[in-house]
């Protein structure tokens, strides 16, 4: 029985795959080896990471890019304080923590310095000075004449980061703008200014800016004329009135009293006063019209700054504000320059170091946003137009081919206070303490020396 069964043919479904597996046995071997040959399938790990950077495969994942500004690394910014260098001071004021540095006239000596000039100087002057820097710069912009000056001085000369600049800390301001004084307006850079002149132990202080730290120096002195001895006023970014301005304004006004006087001595007309009265109504309609207008205008502007104010505290802006850091930063010292091949690693890494404070960015912002949102009163003169009210000894340096602030400015400056000295150094640009230190201690040495120096003495000649 069992003989028999084995000798029967398959079942119809057996006997259909058995010629199936005869077939595939027939195939050509290049068929068989293209489906046997070939890699396994990768795994979702695998396809999700590149080739060699799948976690535990053995092999480290590439780096991640770094965020760069000017060359500083983003990703590892410092608190100021850890910036800081070895000659580095903190004084707070109104809860802002400002970077300064001092230099004593007696610093030298005890280094075997000039120690003659140094006692010569200190016996005529001994009035400290406090040195303003300009937009964008910090304490690092006198560093080549902080020593110098103090010996010509014969007295201690500071230097301090203006909020927003430098190592001086970063305040965070928010849409609650109700604080007494903002540390990025130039009210607060005034008060700070007099502030170290207290700090100092002096009753009153040369004041020498940069660029826009002469607005500082000067809005420091309209504060307390009494406390300021002296301006020095370098590549100054006040702009003077140009000439003619106030003759044209005193020629206006003699031509309106002559128009007037000439109507109280005209005959009586009656048609001419019911044209007068005429007028007058259409003036007075006119008026209401201009005030409605300049309401609507107020009005607008208001809301437009609230929306610029909105922006610039939004990631978008900073994000912008390191983008032109990066772009222009750099180039922008450099055209600062005469001579911009001559700018050396060492000041390109000055300028650039407080990129590494962390809120570098948003400090800038801020400080913008103080200047469109200046809460100064209405009535208050502008600046350039008190000018002529200066009473102390002023000197105001430029260079010859300022590309920033050019020198025809600082020429209507000098001429616009009564008595100022015009000092034009030649073949340099927008940093005179720093692209020519030698020609700018020299000039202030012989303006000091003229304004509080003894003629029969040369006082500053050794110090410089």
């Known amino acids: 029985m069992l003989t028999l069964l084995s000798l029967r043919p398959p079942p119809p479904a057996v006997a259909n795959i058995l010629p199936s597996a005869a077939a595939a046995q027939s195939r050509p071997p290049l068929l068989r080896a293209h489906r046997t040959a070939g890699p396994p399938p990768p795994s979702a790990a ?3 990471f590149p080739a060699g950077s799948v976690p535990g495969s053995g092999t480290q994942m590439p780096p991640r890019r770094r965020r760069l500004v000017a060359g500083i690394d983003q990703d590892e910014l410092l ?5 800081a260098d070895p000659d580095s001071s903190f004084y707070e004021f109104n809860g802002v923590r400002v970077h300064h540095k001092v230099c004593a006239h007696g610093e030298d000596e005890d280094s075997g310095g000039q120690s003659s000039g140094s006692a010569v100087a200190r016996s005529q002057v001994g009035l400290p000075i406090v ?3 300009g937009f964008g710069a910090s304490v690092f912009s006198w560093s080549r004449v902080m020593r110098p000056l103090a010996r010509i001085a014969g007295a201690k000369v500071l230097a301090f980061d203006r909020p927003a600049f430098g190592l001086t800390s970063r305040t965070r301001r928010s ?16 008060m700070a200014t007099l ?34 001895a002296a301006l020095v006023l370098v590549a100054p970014a006040i702009f003077a009135p140009r000439k003619g301005e106030k003759e044209n304004s005193a020629g206006e006004q003699e031509g309106a009293d002559k128009k007037e006087s000439d109507d109280n001595n005209a005959a009586p007309n009656p048609f001419a006063r019911i044209w007068g009265g005429f007028l007058g109504m259409c003036m007075w309609l006119a008026g209401l019209v201009l005030k409605l207008v300049m309401a609507v205008q107020d009005t607008v502007r208001a809301l437009s700054t609230k929306v610029l104010v909105a922006f610039l505290r939004s990631s978008l802006a900073a994000s912008l504000v390191r983008l032109i850091m990066d ?6 010292v450099r055209n600062a320059w005469y001579d911009p091949s001559k700018v050396t690693d060492h000041v390109i ?29 209405k009535s208050r003169v502008p600046v350039s137009k008190r000018l002529s009210e200066i009473s102390c000894p002023v000197l105001v340096v430029t260079g010859d081919t300022d590309r920033l602030v050019p020198a025809s400015n600082a020429e209507r400056l000098a001429r616009a206070i009564p008595g100022a000295t015009l000092e034009v150094i030649k073949n340099c640009g927008h940093l005179p303490q720093e692209e020519r230190a030698e020609e700018f201690l020299s000039v202030v040495e012989r303006f000091l020396q003229r304004a509080f120096g003894t003629p029969d ?7 410089v």
């Not at 772009?327 to 922008?332: D, E, H, L, S």
């Not at 003495?457 to 110090?463: C, I, L, R, S, T």
């Open 195 to 228: 502030a170290f002149i207290d700090q100092l132990g002096a009753g009153k202080a040369v004041l020498v800016g940069h660029s826009a730290g002469c607005l500082v120096a000067v809005e420091a002195y309209f504060e307390a004329p009494e406390r300021v």
């Open 46 to 48: 695998a396809a999700e």
């Open 327 to 332: 772009k222009f930063g750099v180039t922008g």
């Open 175 to 190: 849409g609650d703008d109700t604080k007494p004084l903002n540390p990025y307006s130039m009210a607060f850079s005034a």
């Open 349 to 377: 890494q000055g300028y650039t170091k407080p990129l590494r404070s962390k809120g570098w960015e948003t400090a800038l912002l801020e400080y913008t946003i103080s200047m469109i949102t200046d809460t100064s009163p």
């Open 79 to 83: 608190d100021p304080d850890a910036l």
């Open 457 to 463: 003495e040369h006082v500053f000649q050794a110090a």
């Open 131 to 133: 040195l303003l820097h």
